[in-house]
């Protein structure tokens, strides 16, 4: 199994902040990297595909990069809506599929 | 508008069996590969079990290998998870989603709780 793992596992910003999420491959996946928001007691929403491939509908502040093994989420600049937990995903071994342990994102 | 809405969770008591179902709408559900994950309470996100569009290939987390099993009903275009000698450690909420890469639209989660 391909292991996920992200950093930090919480963070506290204000609104108005850059908030980056890292998250590392245990081998190199090429951009086979998927991200995910999970607000408490909703199902999981995809944010980006492909590691850098914004979702329909989803705003402009949030964006993905990297390649190989290593990873980022970035949010531009924090809104209160954005107070979740992220989630990375490999697909390099589809259809088996690994899920990073997830970041919890709160607003100051 | 593509939907997703599973149902069939509830309490089961050890060694027991449980199915869930996902039915689906809004898109052609034949040509769709389809998922399933799981988040036990507080935890993160597992991937349980995926099937091809046609469902003829299916494929398992080795925690459930050998006990669940996934299909496809194309009629009903409805997806389903057979839970078989269910665990403690099967508690989860279970989530329907579309895809076997990305996942790109999820249903809203049926609880099933493994407990004497």
């Known amino acids: 199994d391909i292991q996920m793992t992200q950093s930090p596992s919480s963070l506290s910003a204000s609104e108005g902040d850059r908030v980056t999420i890292t998250c590392r491959a245990g081998?190199?996946?090429?951009?086979?990297l998927n991200w995910y928001q999970q607000i408490p007691g909703k199902a999981p929403r995809l944010l980006i595909y492909g590691a850098s491939t914004l979702q329909s509908g989803v705003p402009s502040r949030f964006s993905g990069s990297g390649s190989g093994t290593d990873f980022t989420l970035t949010i531009s600049s924090l809104e209160p809506e954005d107070s979740a937990i992220y989630y990375c995903q490999q697909s390099y071994s589809m259809p088996l599929l690994t899920f990073g342990g997830g970041t919890k994102v709160e607003i100051k | 508008e593509v939907q997703l809405l599973e149902s069939g969770g509830g309490l089961v008591q050890p060694g027991g069996s449980l199915r869930l179902s996902c039915a689906t709408s809004g898109f052609p559900f034949s040509r769709y590969a389809m998922s399933w994950v799981r988040q036990a309470p507080g935890k993160g996100l597992e991937w349980v079990s995926g099937?091809?569009?046609?469902?003829?290939?299916?494929y398992y987390a080795d925690s459930v290998r050998g006990r669940f099993t996934i299909s496809k009903d194309h009629s009903k275009n409805t997806l389903f998870l057979q839970m078989n000698n269910l665990r403690a450690e099967d508690t989860a909420v279970y989530y329907c989603a579309r895809g076997n890469s990305y996942l790109e639209y999820w249903g809203q989660g049926s609880l099933v709780t493994v407990s004497a």
């Open positions: 099937t091809t569009g046609n469902g003829g290939s299916t």
């Open positions: 081998q190199s996946i090429s951009n086979y």
